[in-house]
């Protein structure tokens, strides 16, 4: 840097220019250079271009290497990937390291496979005559090939089990599809006129507002009030019904962040986040990651800990998102869990989005389904304004492919700003008005969601006794359809690279299709996600047998 | 739980702390504050109906198909709702098809939408079902499109007048920009190569990278194919700069005389060089041509196997219920009754058009030849007190109060020249279309009385 120093009179100034100017005769070409420069900096505002030419210098020179830098990491990042996972695995695998990654959830991206669709790598490179199409793509593509959700379910979909036609077949425990729930019965006893009032087009085929048939909201907010066992009263007015839960949630991502900004995530998460959340708004999400130890509890520090080190990034949060059932674990959040987030929220001034989607799915004894909505209920106005919540009718209905989500907020800006961007993912009408007359008997939709509870929880109770008897705990989980089993007995090594090798047993050998923590973003390897809402009570030692297949390999190895 | 909080406090954090929402969320890129939304507020505060309310608005500003919507229903009731729909399955059938949530889409379906759509150009071109991605609407395909095609503060160049819907659809969520292609009533509106060349320069000076070109073929607002040299000279163009062309061929079913119709895909067919093809995207919807908007059925169609991947990873967000997948996919494929449909659709706007168009003639106002869409494009240039945007809109605002008619100002359509309206007539029965031009008579008489007082 410079030698200015600010409080120089003129007199001297031209005295050390003189001085300098008379320097001596080897050095007259760099003291040419030199001394314009000093003089340039010694003048009017010496100090501040003193600083600037030398830091402009300096920030040009890493934008450079910065250029230069993104094209070679993009292309080593795979490598980069698997170096980091190594480092962390001890090859031991005695006691288990807790923590992959340092700062919360930064790292965790990067490890292993490429699979999590972060930040636009590369801008399209225009490869001679082929056009070319957005950095998005690059994205989309990239991360979907390789990872085991895509993989899976394509080995699902190629060879699907069925018990009698197909009885090798590879066993969709990767997600809810094919649910086997009491919506036969009630479809025999109800279907036939609800299917047919439905049906008739005649006034439903024009326009109709994007975001849902008022009869449709009213229908909607009852079965979400019934969820809660009506402790809380859903308005119709503040919903806003889109087509899907992946819908929901990229619609509340538009609206509640900026580009470049992030939503803290809990993790393990749905695996879905990464794609509704951040593949077309240019939000981030940052992961903060629970641990076994705490039964995979949020802990508010680390929380805040996340949320002090984005700050320090320059990385702004704009809320947190919490799904409660929580998926994969199933856990339910308490009230004071639920409390405490709030004051978080309402600390840093961020919004929640609490994904409710299976709070009509509440099999467990144990412990009760509070809905945020409930939490705001009796707050003022303005931390009501930062609730926003997301629920699916299709899981509760087990209509998965009529998409049929929504959001419910008591913000009227981000209702109205959602009300406009459904025209853009709206709910069919003729699916609207089949919905309309299915859940309008408000007796045999009681019965239909009693039903269902019972079902998941007798399927879930044999799982986790099947599993049990295989030596692999569950945590407990009280809603949803999946069960968090951890297999850290089963893998060779405690890494990624350990955990994905015996998933990719379980779906080649055990034929069937499960979830490996690291697709729901989980720290500590050797989870695995099973859903069982595709199971009856008859496919569970089908199941149990593929497992201890399995289980016998890793023994032989091990 | 029960930790206490990190000491860092926000600095602004006190009980006046509103939590803040996106740029998204509060930019009013949306577009629904122009005159083309204000004019469906007026007309939903006092609708026409013919016998309970006959001297409320009129609505000749949506652009929907009501025409041939006697066809569908006698077709789907014929049929037998309950057996045609679920099959000889019956409910168990129902059951399997509210599972089904694949973002292929149904496979019937496809093959019947690529059907469908080979049916319009009289197979004069081949659709791949394996090629089409399903959307909820053409608005989610055109969005999805522009996703996938440009990045944020990209362009695409659009020809003008343009669907006012487009400023959403294409701007909102993806940061893109539109830069318009200056058409004008001298050669019909039609894209000529300067406008072209000159729109594309106009971005490169304000230093925005174009990547394609987005037209609408019958067009939306003008009511008029695009001629098959144009085509060319469009496709020669986006091959010369290196980028996409976009096609939304929404009313391609509408076009009263089939042989006029000529789609890129056309174009596209006899062309094997793989680098050409696949910047070519085409969008439709059966919300105008079968008059079934509530339905919310679009496809993306495009040359490019990256394209195609993409967009069907991202359709995740805009599926088709499988629902009203299963309801078309049978219809569509019955191509006995689509060719019936499609011929007698084309005949019965022909005439509503000649009808209105006529009407108008004799009141002394000329359109646009038109031959296709659900609408036709007048000319009141002759009226306007003063040519600029604002009488343009003074003029919109009298005929929407006084005559109680509510048509879309050019303007709202980012038309260059003013004057010039759009006019929908298919949304409505015969009688009010002839209701609609009583009304127009009546003022174009009040206002040649009133010259006459004047002079």
Redesign the interface.
């Known amino acids: 840097m410079t030698r200015t120093e600010p409080n120089r009179s003129r007199s001297s100034n031209s005295d050390s220019d003189k001085n300098s100017g008379n320097g001596g005769g080897g050095r007259t070409t760099a003291m040419r250079v030199i001394v314009p420069l000093q003089g340039v900096v010694q003048g009017r505002g010496g100090l501040f271009l003193g600083s600037v030419i030398p830091c402009a210098f300096f920030y040009f020179l890493q934008f450079y290497l910065k250029r230069n830098r993104k094209n070679d990491e993009s292309d080593n990042s795979g490598e980069q990937n698997s170096s980091a996972s190594s480092s962390s695995s001890s090859p031991n695998s005695g006691l288990p390291d807790p923590t992959r990654s340092q700062s919360a959830g930064h790292l965790t991206e990067l490890t292993g496979l490429p699979r999590s669709l972060s930040r636009?790598l590369l801008?399209?490179r225009?490869s001679g005559?082929?056009?070319?199409?957005?950095?998005?793509?690059n994205c989309?593509?990239k991360g979907?090939d390789s990872s085991p959700y895509y993989v899976g379910q394509k080995r699902v979909e190629e060879d699907p089990y069925d018990e009698l036609g197909n009885p090798d077949g590879v066993i969709q425990l990767g997600l809810s599809?094919?649910?086997k729930l009491s919506?036969?019965d009630w479809?025999?006893e109800n279907?036939?006129e609800a299917?047919?009032d439905g049906?008739?087009?005649?006034g439903?085929?024009?326009?109709?507002p994007s975001d849902g048939l008022l009869e449709l909201k009213m229908a909607v907010a009852g079965f979400m009030s019934e969820a809660t066992k009506n402790s809380v009263s859903f308005d119709p007015s503040q919903l806003v019904l889109t087509?899907?839960a992946?819908?929901a949630i990229?619609i509340l991502s538009?609206?509640?962040?900026?580009?470049g900004?992030a939503f803290l995530v809990p993790t393990p998460c749905s695996p879905g986040y990464d794609?509704?959340v951040k593949?077309?708004?240019?939000v981030d999400i940052i992961h903060v990651p629970c641990r076994s130890a705490d039964n995979f509890n949020m802990?508010?520090?680390v929380l805040?800990?996340a949320f002090?080190q984005a700050?320090k990034r320059g990385v702004r949060i704009?809320g947190i998102i919490i799904s409660n059932p929580s998926n994969p674990m199933g856990s339910l959040l308490s009230r004071?869990?639920l409390y405490?987030l709030l004051?978080?929220a309402?600390?840093?001034?961020?919004?929640i989005i609490s994904n409710e989607i299976f709070a009509g799915s509440v099999h467990g004894e144990e412990g009760e389904f509070v809905s945020m909505a409930e939490i705001v209920d009796t707050e003022?106005n303005?931390d009501r304004?930062?609730v926003h919540i997301v629920y699916d009718l299709s899981k509760d209905l087990?209509?998965?492919?009529?998409?049929?989500a929504a959001i419910y907020s008591f913000?009227e800006?981000?209702l109205s700003?959602s009300r406009?961007?459904t025209?853009?993912?709206?709910?069919?009408?003729?699916?609207q008005h089949?919905l309309i007359s299915a859940i309008s008997n408000p007796k045999n939709v009681q019965r239909l969601v009693k039903t269902n509870r019972q079902r998941l929880q007798s399927i879930y109770m044999e799982l986790v006794k099947g599993l049990k008897e295989l030596g692999i705990e569950c945590t407990k989980s009280n809603g949803g359809f999946y069960c968090w089993a951890d297999m850290r007995g089963l893998i060779s090594s405690y890494s990624e690279k350990g955990e994905i090798e015996l998933w990719n047993k379980l779906l080649n050998i055990g034929k069937i299709n499960v979830i490996p923590g690291s697709c729901c973003h989980c720290i500590e390897p050797g989870w695995f996600r099973i859903c069982f809402s595709n199971l009856s009570e008859k496919d569970v030692p089908v199941v149990m047998n593929r497992i201890r297949k399995v289980c016998q390999t890793c023994k032989s190895q091990n | 739980m029960g930790l206490p909080l990190m000491m860092e406090r926000s600095s602004n954090n006190n009980n006046n702390n509103v939590v803040e929402l996106s740029r998204v969320a509060v930019s009013d890129t949306h577009g629904e504050d122009s005159p083309y939304f204000a004019g469906w507020k007026a007309y939903d505060e006092n609708p026409y109906d013919e016998s309970h309310n006959p001297s409320g608005v009129i609505q000749m500003g949506l652009a929907e198909n009501q025409v041939s919507f006697d066809l569908l229903e006698t077709y789907l009731e014929k049929k037998n709702p309950e057996g045609s729909m679920w099959g000889t399955k019956g409910a168990p059938g129902f059951r399997e098809n509210a599972l089904f949530q694949d973002y292929h889409g149904l496979k019937t379906f496809r093959q019947a939408m690529a059907s469908f759509m080979e049916q319009i150009r009289g197979g004069k071109a081949r659709f791949d079902p394996d090629r089409i991605v399903l959307t909820a609407g053409a608005t989610a395909a055109n969005e999805l499109l522009t996703f996938i095609l440009a990045d944020p503060n990209d362009a695409l160049l659009v020809p003008t007048p343009y669907y006012p819907g487009f400023d959403r659809d294409l701007r909102w969520r993806t940061g893109v920009k539109i830069v318009p292609i200056h058409c004008d009533s001298s050669n019909h509106f039609q894209i000529t190569p300067e406008a072209l060349e000159s729109a594309y320069q106009t971005a490169r000076d304000a230093n925005i990278r174009v990547r394609g070109v987005l037209i609408t073929n019958p067009s939306n607002p003008l009511g008029a194919t695009v001629q098959k040299k144009v085509l060319e000279d469009l496709l020669d163009f986006c091959v010369r700069k290196n980028i996409h062309l976009v096609s939304d061929e929404i009313y391609s079913g509408s076009v009263f005389h089939a042989s006029e119709f000529t789609s890129v895909a056309e174009i596209v067919e006899n062309i094997d060089d793989v680098s050409v093809k696949e910047r070519v995207h085409i969008v439709y919807s059966l919300s105008k041509d079968l008059g079934l908007p509530g339905f919310r059925v679009g496809t993306i169609y495009s040359y490019n196997d990256n394209v195609v991947r993409t967009a069907r990873r991202m359709s995740s967000f805009t599926l088709v219920s499988s629902q009203t997948q299963h309801m078309l996919a049978s219809m569509l494929s019955d191509e006995e009754f689509t060719e019936k449909y499609i011929r007698i659709n084309r005949e019965r706007l022909r005439r509503r058009y000649e009808t209105i168009v006529e009407g108008l003639k004799k009141a002394g106002i000329e359109c646009l030849k038109g031959n296709a869409g659900l609408f036709c494009w007048m000319n009141l240039g002759f009226l306007l007190e003063k040519k600029t945007k604002d009488g343009e809109l003074q003029l919109w605002d009298v005929i929407l109060k006084e005559l109680k008619l509510n048509i879309s100002p050019g303007s709202s359509c980012h038309c260059s020249e003013v004057g010039w309206f759009r006019v929908c007539f298919a949304n409505m029965s015969e009688n009010t279309l002839e209701i609609a031009l009583k009304r127009i008579h009546e003022f174009m008489d009040r206002r040649r009385r009133k010259e006459k007082m004047i002079n």
């Open positions: 636009i801008s399209p225009n005559g082929a056009v070319s199409v957005s950095g998005r793509v989309v593509l979907g599809q094919n649910i919506f036969d479809v025999l279907a036939k299917i047919s049906l008739s087009i005649s439903i085929a024009s326009y109709e087509s899907g992946s819908s990229e538009f609206c509640l962040a900026d580009s900004n794609r509704d593949w077309r708004t240019g802990s508010m520090v805040d800990r002090y700050k704009r004071e869990n405490a004051d978080f309402r600390e840093r001034n961020i919004h003022e303005i304004e930062r087990s209509f998965p492919g009529l998409r049929s913000n800006s981000v700003a406009k961007l025209t853009l993912s709206p709910v069919s009408s003729p699916t089949l």
